[in-house]
């Protein structure tokens, strides 16, 4: 198969866009896609470019100050009737126009047609983000070739509308558990009832007032929910286990310790057991290519509440944010679609924050 994304295609990140979602990249099934990004950024002489698996990465070696990272996954979710993509008006449907090949287009656009930026600039490009972390090309090359992911910042091209989303909530699960004694309801006074040991749980539940935490302008909403409980033996039997699960959306100004702290707090007195934890992860706007990228943006960052990848960048102790021109709220729906107009803001914008300091 030729190389569908030729020299004409790649200077236009709109139409780079729709040959990218016209590459079919179902998650496992990203080799073909892979095999043609990786072909454009072996024949840019001012990359050096390697692959681990369907991640493709490639990075300017220019000895710039700073080091940025652009990422974003090639594949996407299962087609639903929307393959090959549509263009009506200036909307482009199809599956992966927001979630994320819109992102990925304006990445590849750059790292074709922008020889000397203001920053050195490595480009990810990588498989699997949309299954089980294990496979995740992000969280491979972190343990195979951490070195591909040295640098002072990182932007993900996730879908945000255009909005700078910034850091990311961590989670917590847990069961808590309360304990009484089985007796036949008949004689129900020679047991003790765990359900209605229970009432105190949801008592505290009722009663929680979550925090709001603005940090670097960006503000996040904490909660703590039950989401599901389970207990009883029989009709006619003073049940002696409930169990009450619990999920807490906690902000990163605490780390997994403490949230867990937390929750033994409110908790304290019963029996707790985590069943899952995912730490969150600081904006980290106050690094100087940060700064210069949300100048470059002109508006205010927003939190993002759920748990992305972005996390993982976190955790090698680099800052990333999530900007991207898909609607997130498109993202794995049939109907899914992206603004042209948006990727074109995009790559205006990221054009004029990787050549402001050339
Ligand atoms: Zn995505």
Same mark, same amino acid.
């Given at each position: 198969?030729?190389?569908?994304?030729? !020299?004409?295609? =790649?200077?236009?990140?709109?139409?780079?866009?729709?040959?990218?979602?016209?590459?079919?990249?179902?998650?496992?099934?990203?080799?073909?896609?892979?095999?043609?990004?990786?072909?454009?950024?072996?024949?840019?002489?001012?990359?050096?470019?390697?692959?681990?698996?369907?991640?493709?990465?490639?990075?300017?070696?220019?000895?710039?100050?700073?080091?940025?990272?652009?990422?974003?996954? =090639?594949?996407?979710?299962?087609?639903?009737?929307?393959? !090959?993509?549509?263009?009506?008006?200036?909307?482009?449907?199809?599956?992966?126009?927001?979630?994320?090949?819109?992102?990925?287009?304006?990445?590849?656009? =750059?790292?074709?047609?922008?020889?000397?930026?203001?920053?050195?600039?490595?480009?990810?490009?990588?498989?699997?983000?949309?299954?089980?972390?294990?496979?995740?090309?992000?969280?491979?090359?972190?343990?195979?070739?951490?070195?591909?992911?040295?640098?002072?910042?990182?932007?993900?091209?996730?879908?945000?509308?255009?909005?700078?989303?910034?850091?990311?909530?961590?989670?917590?699960?847990?069961?808590?558990?309360?304990?009484?004694?089985?007796?036949?309801?008949?004689?129900?006074?020679?047991?003790?009832?765990?359900?209605?040991?229970?009432?105190?749980?949801?008592?505290?539940?009722?009663?929680?007032?979550?925090?709001?935490?603005?940090?670097?302008?960006?503000?996040?909403?904490?909660?703590?929910?039950?989401?599901?409980?389970?207990?009883?033996?029989?009709?006619?039997?003073?049940?002696?286990?409930?169990?009450?699960?619990?999920?807490?959306?906690?902000?990163?100004?605490?780390?997994?310790?403490?949230?867990?702290?937390?929750?033994?707090?409110?908790?304290?007195?019963?029996?707790?057991?985590?069943?899952?934890?995912?730490?969150?992860?600081?904006?980290?706007?106050?690094?100087?290519?940060?700064?210069?990228?949300?100048?470059?943006?002109?508006?205010?960052?927003?939190?993002?509440?759920?748990?992305?990848?972005?996390?993982?960048?976190?955790?090698?102790?680099?800052?990333?944010?999530?900007?991207?021109?898909?609607?997130?709220?498109?993202?794995?729906?049939?109907?899914?679609?992206?603004?042209?107009?948006?990727?074109?803001?995009?790559?205006?914008?990221?054009?004029?924050?990787?050549?402001?300091?050339?």
């Amino acid at each position: 198969m030729a190389n569908p994304l030729t !020299p004409d295609v =790649l200077v236009d990140p709109v139409v780079l866009t729709r040959t990218l979602v016209d590459i079919e990249s179902v998650s496992r099934d990203e080799k073909v896609i892979a095999d043609c990004v990786e072909d454009v950024l072996r024949q840019s002489p001012h990359l050096h470019t390697e692959r681990y698996g369907n991640t493709v990465m490639a990075r300017t070696g220019l000895g710039r100050g700073q080091r940025v990272i652009l990422a974003g996954h =090639l594949d996407t979710v299962p087609i639903n009737g929307n393959f !090959p993509s549509t263009v009506v008006d200036d909307l482009i449907y199809g599956c992966g126009t927001s979630d994320m090949k819109s992102g990925v287009a304006l990445a590849l656009h =750059l790292a074709a047609t922008l020889p000397e930026p203001g920053y050195d600039v490595t480009y990810l490009f990588y498989e699997a983000e949309e299954i089980e972390s294990q496979f995740n090309g992000l969280h491979l090359v972190a343990q195979e070739h951490p070195e591909w992911l040295r640098a002072d910042f990182a932007v993900l091209l996730e879908p945000t509308y255009g909005v700078v989303e910034a850091g990311c909530q961590g989670t917590l699960a847990a069961r808590i558990r309360t304990h009484g004694r089985r007796a036949h309801t008949a004689r129900a006074w020679r047991g003790v009832n765990a359900i209605h040991a229970a009432g105190e749980v949801l008592r505290r539940l009722a009663d929680y007032r979550p925090r709001t935490v603005t940090i670097d302008g960006c503000t996040y909403r904490e909660g703590l929910n039950a989401v599901r409980i389970v207990g009883g033996v029989a009709g006619n039997v003073v049940p002696d286990e409930c169990e009450v699960e619990v999920n807490l959306r906690f902000a990163p100004d605490r780390t997994e310790k403490q949230a867990l702290d937390h929750v033994h707090e409110v908790f304290a007195d019963f029996d707790i057991e985590v069943t899952d934890s995912a730490p969150g992860a600081l904006p980290g706007l106050g690094a100087a290519p940060a700064r210069e990228f949300l100048t470059a943006v002109g508006a205010e960052p927003a939190a993002k509440l759920g748990w992305t990848d972005v996390s993982r960048f976190a955790a090698l102790g680099i800052p990333a944010l999530n900007y991207g021109p898909g609607d997130p709220a498109l993202a794995h729906a049939p109907d899914e679609h992206v603004e042209i107009g948006k990727i074109r803001d995009g790559a205006a914008t990221l054009h004029r924050w990787l050549t402001a300091y050339e």
